[in-house]
C-alpha cells in the first residue's frame, strides 16, 4: 500500500476549498489503496473544535496537530520528526509555508514532494517564486494546479525541473437537482466571510439590494470568518425587515443539502483558484452568478450558457437576479447546462483518478529512499514578502539561546563524566 502525507491549516469554524477538497479526496485515495495521513497545523486549542481535523479523525485517518502559532524553523523541525517515525511515499505540503520548506530534507530521503497552487494571489505567486524557480535545493518535485490559467501562469515563466500538472478539483454530483422556483427565488453564497478576496460586505450590501427591490426573493449567506460582525450588521441596517439571513457554518457532507434548497449561486469574489463551493453548486443545478475575474471562473461558467458573468456587485448584478426571476425557462436551461459542466469536467472520479497517476508516476521517480535528516540548525531562504504573513521566522537571538543551551547541556555532560 503506498502511503502519502499531506499538510494543511485549520481552526475552529474554518472553511475552505483546500480543506473541503481534502475531506473529500482522502477517503477516495484509501479505496484505491492509498493510505493517507495529515500534518495539521491548528489555530486553536483543541484539534477536534476544528472541522476537518475532527472529520477525517472520525472516519480513522491518521492526524497529527501543531501550534499554528510558531516559528517556521519550530513546524519543520515537527514535520520531520513526525515524517522520520514513520516515512510516506509522497509527502504534500500543499500550502504550508514550513512544510515546503521541509521539502528540502524530505527530497534528499528520496521522497518526493507536491505543493498544490489553490488561487492565483500574491501569496501563490510566493510559492512559485520560492518552490517553482527558486533555490533548487527548495524547490518540488511536482506542482498541481487547479486550474488551467494557474498552469499556463506558471508554465508561462520559464523553464522549470518542477513537474507541472493541471489537477482540477472534482465534486460529487448529487441525484437530486434544484428544482425551478415556484414562487419565491432563493439566492445563497456559501464561503468565508472575509473581505479579501470574498469582499463579503459588499456582497452582503448587494444581496439586501436584490431582496429589496425585487419581489419574491430571497438570500442566505452561510459561512464563518472574521467578518461576520460586518455582515450581521449590514443584515440590521439595510436588510432590517427583508428576507436575508445568515445561516451560520454548514459543514462540508451537509453543504449539497442546503444548496439543493435555493435557485442561485452567488460568488463575486475579486480572484479565485478553482471555486469548490461554485463547483457544488453547480452540480447540484443552481445557476451561478459570478463577477467575470481572468481566473477559475471563466473555466467553469460561459456567460448566459451556464451561468450569468456580471462586471460589477450593483446594477448589472441585480439585472442579472431579475432575469432569472422573470425567466423560470432561461433559468432552467441554465440550470441543466451548469450541472452538465460538472459532470462532463470535473467530477470527483476524474480528480481522484489524476491524484493516483501522479503519485505513480513520482513513485517510480523516485525508488531509492533514505533516513530524513533532522538538522540541528535550519537556515533557510531570506523570507519572501509574500509569504511573510506565514512564514513566522525565529529571531537570531532566539537560535543563539537554544545553540548555547543544547553546547551548554554537552558540556555539562562532559564535565559531569570527567569528575566522576
Known amino acids: 500500500m503506498m502511503k502519502v502525507t499531506f499538510c494543511t491549516y485549520d481552526s475552529p469554524n474554518f472553511t475552505g476549498g483546500p480543506n473541503s477538497w481534502l475531506r473529500c479526496l482522502l477517503p477516495s485515495l484509501q479505496k484505491n489503496g492509498i493510505e493517507s495521513e495529515v500534518l495539521f497545523f491548528i489555530d486553536g486549542k483543541v484539534p477536534n473544535e476544528c472541522p476537518c481535523f475532527d472529520a477525517l479523525s472520525k472516519q480513522g485517518f491518521s492526524c497529527k496537530a501543531f501550534p499554528w502559532e510558531t516559528t517556521t524553523q519550530h513546524k519543520i523541525r515537527w514535520i ?18 514550513a512544510a515546503l520548506y521541509a521539502s528540502k530534507w524530505v527530497k534528499l530521503a528520496g521522497i518526493p514532494t507536491i ?19 527558486g533555490q533548487a535545493e527548495y524547490t518540488l518535485s511536482a506542482l498541481v494546479c487547479v486550474s488551467e490559467y494557474l498552469t499556463q501562469t506558471v ?37 468565508r466571510l472575509v473581505e479579501e478576496q470574498k469582499q463579503i460586505s459588499q456582497v452582503t450590501k448587494s444581496l439586501c439590494r436584490v431582496v429589496k427591490e425585487i419581489p419574491n426573493t430571497e438570500a442566505i449567506i452561510c459561512g464563518d470568518g472574521p467578518s ?18 445568515l445561516g451560520g457554518l454548514i459543514d462540508n457532507s451537509k453543504i449539497q443539502d442546503v444548496m439543493l434548497q435555493s435557485h442561485v449561486l452567488v460568488l463575486l469574489s475579486d480572484y479565485e483558484g478553482l471555486p469548490v463551493a461554485l463547483m457544488e453548486g ?57 450541472r452538465n459542466k460538472i459532470k462532463s469536467s470535473y467530477s470527483h472520479h476524474s480528480c481522484v483518478t489524476e491524484w493516483n497517476n501522479l503519485f505513480l508516476e513520482l513513485k517510480e521517480l523516485y525508488n531509492i529512499k533514505r533516513t530524513i535528516s533532522k538538522p540541528l540548525y535550519i537556515k533557510l531562504p531570506p523570507v519572501d514578502l509574500a509569504l511573510a504573513g506565514y512564514d513566522n521566522r525565529q529571531s537570531f537571538f532566539d537560535r543563539m539561546n537554544k545553540l548555547l543551551r543544547y553546547h551548554g547541556g554537552a558540556i555539562k555532560n562532559s564535565m559531569f563524566k570527567i569528575c566522576n
Open 80 to 97: 520531520l520528526s513526525k515524517l522520520s517515525e514513520n516515512p510516506p511515499d509522497i509527502f504534500v505540503p500543499n500550502l504550508i509555508v
Open 228 to 245: 461576520k460582525s460586518n455582515v450581521e450588521e449590514i443584515i440590521s441596517k439595510e436588510g432590517q425587515g427583508l428576507p436575508i439571513y
Open 115 to 133: 505543493g498544490v497552487l489553490h488561487s492565483d494571489d500574491d501569496f501563490y505567486k510566493g510559492i512559485i517564486r520560492e518552490f517553482v524557480f
Open 155 to 191: 508554465r508561462n515563466l520559464g523553464n522549470t525541473d518542477v513537474l507541472i500538472r493541471k489537477i482540477p478539483y472534482g465534486v460529487q454530483i448529487p441525484e437530486k437537482y434544484a428544482q425551478a422556483p415556484k414562487d419565491k427565488l432563493r439566492l445563497i453564497y456559501v464561503g
Open 282 to 338: 453547480m452540480a447540484c443545478g443552481l445557476v451561478p452568478i459570478c463577477l467575470n475575474i481572468r481566473s477559475g471562473i471563466p473555466e467553469l461558467i460561459e456567460n448566459n450558457i451556464n451561468g450569468l458573468l456580471v462586471n460589477d456587485r450593483n446594477d448589472e448584478f441585480v439585472n442579472a437576479v431579475n432575469h432569472l426571476k422573470k425567466d423560470l425557462i432561461f433559468w432552467k436551461r441554465l440550470s441543466i447546462a451548469a
